[in-house]
């Protein structure tokens, strides 16, 4: 009997030391679990993709990971050719600077082939799996991308198969046999969400990159990137991220592209980076409300180029937040100007204060993209560029 009340006043003294710490700290339940909440989502990650072709070196604590472009299939269907390879092994260095910081070699590439060809044969796969680990284990890298645009489609001007896609699901297979549960496997993936088996492929891939940007021309005074739909689109980033989430994608394993560059015509030329943007006397600025991003229109009023600014890249920062996707991507490093304006807004907002005041903000803020509803059918068909 003793006991029982023993342990009685026992219970009862820890109840009220729980009360008495509440009153202390004036945290309620509530509080601790919404900055849990936040706690647990930030930081996000940040992919920036870095080019072979240029001698600007990133700031290595402006992104969580380097995507270095690019790598190729060989010419003999078994292995990887990496473009500038002494490039790349300065690129690996920077992790001297933030230990943290992952570095990837993407493989492919817009018009980058011999794709098909190598998945098909099983000698040939497995050899290729092989050799991204000798390339991870040569330059130090934390993974390996794969960028194959795309699967079952000749629209790059590559050779392609209607088993590619069962194929790409035997070559993921393979690199994550070959380079180890340690190592990250990612690819990037169209707006459209088309022609990859996600259901078959999610088990050996870490995180998946959303190309929501040259899906609309200028040619056709369409948005390249815009995030809602309006009059002057053909398919969204909203959109896209709606079509990924259907076909079974955690979002937790999803990024967004940003893209840091714009996409003319009559006017202006194909693409222009965001560093070299001039407005012509002829033209004006114009925001879409509805896309929520803007665009350059000719003295008819038409649509000549589709661009991302400050405003746009904010907007799709919150947006990621929102949703709680896994972070942001962008192209590329190079295209912004010397100030750093579009990548800083990223690095603020997935990385930074920003990001965590944003979060914490009352919940009537938040606006999350409706992830029931169903993408759009049928899927619209990838722009030759």
Same mark, same amino acid.
């Given at each position: 009997?003793?006991?029982?009340?023993?342990?009685?006043?026992?219970?009862?003294?820890?109840?009220?030391?729980?009360?008495?710490?509440?009153?202390?700290?004036?945290?309620?339940?509530?509080?601790?679990?919404?900055?849990?909440?936040?706690?647990?989502?930030?930081?996000?990650?940040?992919?920036?993709?870095?080019?072979?072709?240029?001698?600007?070196?990133?700031?290595?604590?402006?992104?969580?990971?380097?995507?270095?472009?690019?790598?190729?299939?060989?010419?003999?269907?078994?292995?990887?050719?990496?473009?500038?390879?002494?490039?790349?092994?300065?690129?690996?260095?920077?992790?001297?600077? #933030?230990?943290?910081?992952?570095?990837?070699?993407?493989?492919?590439?817009?018009?980058?082939?011999?794709?098909?060809?190598?998945?098909?044969?099983?000698?040939?796969?497995?050899?290729?799996?092989?050799?991204?680990?000798?390339?991870?284990?040569?330059?130090?890298?934390?993974?390996?991308?794969?960028?194959?645009?795309?699967?079952?489609?000749?629209?790059?001007?590559?050779?392609?198969?209607?088993?590619?896609?069962?194929?790409?699901?035997?070559?993921?297979?393979?690199?994550?046999?070959?380079?180890?549960?340690?190592?990250?496997?990612?690819?990037?993936?169209?707006?459209?969400?088309?022609?990859?088996?996600?259901?078959?492929?999610?088990?050996?891939?870490?995180?998946? #990159?959303?190309?929501?940007?040259?899906?609309?021309?200028?040619?056709?005074?369409?948005?390249?990137?815009?995030?809602?739909?309006?009059?002057?689109?053909?398919?969204?980033?909203?959109?896209?991220?709606?079509?990924?989430?259907?076909?079974?994608?955690?979002?937790?394993?999803?990024?967004?592209?940003?893209?840091?560059?714009?996409?003319?015509?009559?006017?202006?030329?194909?693409?222009?980076?965001?560093?070299?943007?001039?407005?012509?006397?002829?033209?004006?600025?114009?925001?879409?409300?509805?896309?929520?991003?803007?665009?350059?229109?000719?003295?008819?009023?038409?649509?000549?180029?589709?661009?991302?600014?400050?405003?746009?890249?904010?907007?799709?920062?919150?947006?990621?937040?929102?949703?709680?996707?896994?972070?942001?991507?962008?192209?590329?490093?190079?295209?912004?100007?010397?100030?750093?304006?579009?990548?800083?807004?990223?690095?603020?907002?997935?990385?930074?204060?920003?990001?965590?005041?944003?979060?914490?903000?009352?919940?009537?803020?938040?606006?999350?993209?409706?992830?029931?509803?169903?993408?759009?059918?049928?899927?619209?068909?990838?722009?030759?560029?």
């Amino acid at each position: 009997m003793k006991k029982t009340i023993i342990r009685l006043i026992l219970a009862a003294a820890v109840v009220a030391l729980g009360f008495a710490q509440t009153a202390c700290t004036g945290k309620s339940k509530t509080d601790s679990e919404a900055k849990a909440k936040v706690d647990s989502v930030h930081p996000r990650i940040i992919i920036a993709y870095v080019t072979s072709g240029s001698d600007v070196m990133p700031d290595p604590n402006s992104m969580t990971h380097i995507n270095y472009a690019f790598g190729h299939v060989n010419q003999t269907f078994n292995g990887i050719d990496v473009a500038n390879p002494d490039r790349l092994h300065q690129i690996s260095a920077l992790k001297q600077q #933030n230990p943290d910081l992952k570095v990837i070699l993407s493989v492919g590439g817009w018009g980058s082939g011999r794709f098909s060809e190598m998945a098909a044969d099983s000698l040939n796969r497995a050899s290729f799996a092989a050799d991204a680990k000798r390339v991870i284990d040569e330059f130090n890298l934390d993974g390996i991308d794969i960028d194959w645009e795309y699967p079952t489609s000749s629209s790059a001007g590559i050779s392609s198969s209607p088993d590619d896609t069962q194929n790409y699901t035997l070559l993921m297979r393979d690199l994550r046999s070959a380079i180890g549960p340690d190592k990250l496997l990612t690819l990037a993936t169209p707006g459209n969400a088309r022609f990859y088996d996600f259901p078959a492929i999610l088990p050996y891939v870490d995180f998946i #990159n959303i190309m929501s940007y040259d899906i609309g021309t200028a040619a056709a005074h369409k948005h390249q990137a815009p995030l809602y739909e309006s009059e002057h689109t053909r398919l969204t980033a909203d959109q896209a991220l709606k079509a990924h989430l259907e076909a079974g994608i955690p979002k937790d394993k999803l990024t967004l592209g940003l893209p840091f560059y714009g996409r003319g015509a009559y006017e202006y030329p194909d693409y222009m980076d965001y560093k070299d943007f001039k407005l012509l006397d002829s033209c004006t600025i114009v925001w879409d409300e509805k896309a929520q991003v803007p665009y350059i229109a000719n003295s008819k009023g038409e649509l000549v180029m589709g661009y991302n600014d400050p405003r746009a890249i904010e907007i799709k920062c919150k947006y990621i937040l929102d949703n709680d996707l896994l972070g942001a991507m962008y192209w590329e490093y190079t295209c912004d100007d010397a100030q750093g304006t579009l990548r800083k807004i990223v690095t603020d907002y997935m990385m930074g204060q920003k990001g965590l005041d944003y979060q914490q903000a009352p919940a009537e803020h938040y606006v999350p993209t409706d992830t029931t509803a169903p993408a759009p059918k049928p899927a619209p068909a990838i722009p030759a560029n």
